[in-house]
């Protein structure tokens, strides 16, 4: 069984669905709705030099809607209008990192789940703020005891956010256990995108037979930048992966220069080479390369290959 494209979401994961990782995925996926990484409401309206997606333009990239966090409710409406003008096709907010400089220190991300009356402010200036869609991602709960997503979800409803994505932890958990999405009752205002341990299409049906409209797939993404085009039933795994790894280096090649993107590329190479003989080896050698054409021979000779996908 495939599912509709549009039922198919590829997760906002921080250092890794960037710029130059969308244009891999959009390659098996035209359609897919893609995240960008979370971009911080700070970094972008001050447009910081050092940080390049507060620069990227969404015009060309068809469904991809921008995640933003913050705690601070001006900057984040001010963040919104910056990226709508950009040319992103909805806002994301992250109510649910759980990493401690996001959720703790900065009051954001995860936070927000404490504090729905911050929550609140925040999705009503953004929603006042653009005219197009509004999203959040939130978890269960800030732990075990206040299993409150439900609440925080009829909050957004209200405030005029369009759906929402829910990933089956909670903050404390981070992301060890078992995702475990609950099963929605009826009388959920906007649609609820389930998210966590997604892989296959089997799991994507478990989580639409919980009553959610989509599945948001994250970490199986890594090495497998294809796999959203096979739960749509787009695409089959490439034959030639060696080609696709080399394009991806290219695009980072592209975005972020000669002097960091191959050193950044390091865990993709990684990611991709899993599973495969020798890969142990090939991740020490890839490890130790700085220089852009050194990394290019290595990734030749692991997949043996430099020709088409």
Known sequence: ?????????????????????????????????????????????????????????????????TQIFG???????DAAKILQDAGAAWIDINMGCPVPKVATRSGAGANLMRD?????????????????????KTRLGWDDGHRDWAELIHIAADCGVQFAA???RTRAQLYTGVSQLPRLLPDVKI??????????????KNVLDLGYWGAMV???MLGRPWVLGELAGLCVAPRNVGAVVLQHLEYMLEYYGGRVAPQM????????????????????????????????TEISKFWGCEVDI
């Open 218 to 220: 994250g970490r199986a």
């Open 265 to 296: 590329f390091r865990k993709h190479a990684a990611w991709y080479s899993g599973g495969m003989p020798n890969s142990a080896e090939f991740r020490i050698r890839v490890n130790q390369i700085s220089d852009a054409n050194e990394l290019r």
């Open 116 to 136: 729905h009356k911050l929550a609140e402010k925040i999705m009503r200036a953004v929603v006042s703020a653009v005219q197009i869609p509004v999203s959040i």
């Open 1 to 65: 069984m495939f599912y509709d494209d549009n039922q198919i979401f590829g997760a906002p994961l921080a250092g890794i669905t960037d710029k130059p990782f969308r244009r891999i995925v959009r390659m098996f996926s035209p359609g897919v709705p893609l995240y960008t990484e979370m971009i911080s409401c700070h970094s972008l309206v001050e447009m910081h030099k050092n940080c390049p997606r507060n620069f990227d333009r969404y015009d060309d990239e068809g469904n991809v809607g």
């Open 191 to 204: 649609p609820i995108i389930g998210n966590g341990d997604i892989k296959t299409r089997s799991d994507v």
């Open 166 to 168: 829910l990933h089956g």
């Open 71 to 77: 705690a601070n409710v001006a900057l984040m409406a």
